[in-house]
């Protein structure tokens, strides 16, 4: 599929896995899908593999685009032991990378593995709900984190529900309810976590407040990100809330049965 950015002519590939979200945006008036392929412009030039492995993953995530272009994904995460400052929790892996809501998490590119033929290697991994209904029951909360189309790496090959990439925000957790939910693959109808979501379409998120830095062999340093104004959140527009509802809950489409081979004139059928 050939789209033009700015007046540049780029090929994309697989961009049938934004059928979902395309419609979603039309139905409500949103740029997400402009913002999304602008933010995948420098992928395609540099990194034509980060691009392809990227489609495939949101081709099976439910959750929309944020405005600015942004993935929604989820983050499995472990409470941390004899923590008495503020909420952290840790990787389930390494148990050394200290997070919370308002990390930015990150890793240098040339740590992260690029291969999509290995499964489980070098790199910051998140997931869409998919992975969560077979193996992803490592860490005992789940998180919602957001990710640069272009902070995207690889996506281990016919394992579309996980993907390696170099950095992401955390901007909230799901409740009990959804957490259970979403372990069975899918959530269904979670006011809480349709509300954040919504928000988050929009850039209604409060503020990042540190970097956490990670390394090949996990935990390098934490710096607080200086003179964060704290954000009010207000009330969420109702397109936006509706908006934000899983993408599974969308009618799905069959998809046409192929036309029946016609004779030629001359008797030949056409192949």
């Not at 990378?97 to 990150?106: A, D, L, M, P, T």
């Not at 409740?175 to 988050?200: C, F, M, P, T």
């Not at 934000?244 to 008797?267: C, V």
Request: glycine share 8%; proline share 6%; with cysteine.
């Amino acid at each position: 599929v050939i789209v033009a950015v700015d007046n540049e002519v780029i090929e994309v590939p697989g961009l049938d896995n934004l059928m979902r979200h395309a419609k979603r945006a039309k139905e409500y008036g949103m740029e997400a899908i402009k913002a999304f392929l602008l933010r995948m412009t420098p992928v395609l030039k540099t990194r034509a593999h980060s691009a392809e492995d990227l489609m495939n993953f949101i081709g099976n995530s439910e959750m929309p685009l944020t405005l600015d272009g942004r993935v929604i994904c989820y983050k499995r995460l472990n409470n941390m032991q004899g923590n008495s400052e503020t909420q952290y929790w840790v990787d389930p892996h390494t148990h050394t990378v200290k997070q919370r809501i308002g990390s930015i998490v990150e890793m240098e590119e040339v740590d992260v593995d690029p291969s999509r033929y290995n499964s489980c290697s070098n790199g910051l991994h998140v997931a869409n709900q998919t992975y969560f209904g077979g193996y992803g029951f490592a860490g005992k909360n789940t998180f919602v984190v957001l990710v640069n189309p272009e902070d995207f790496i690889a996506v281990p090959k016919g394992e579309h529900g996980k993907a390696r990439v170099t950095r992401y925000q955390i901007i909230g957790m799901l409740n009990n309810d959804a957490h259970k939910e979403i372990s069975q693959g899918y959530v269904k109808d979670n006011d809480a976590l349709k509300r954040l979501i919504a928000n988050a379409i929009e850039g209604r998120i409060t503020p990042a407040i540190e970097v956490v830095k990670v390394g090949k062999r996990g935990y390098i340093s934490t710096s607080p990100i200086e003179n964060v104004a704290p954000k009010k959140i207000g009330s969420t527009k109702l397109a936006t809330l509706e908006a934000a509802r899983s993408l599974d809950a969308d009618p799905q489409e069959k998809k046409p049965e192929p036309a029946p081979i016609k004779p030629m004139q001359d008797g030949s059928k056409a192949v």
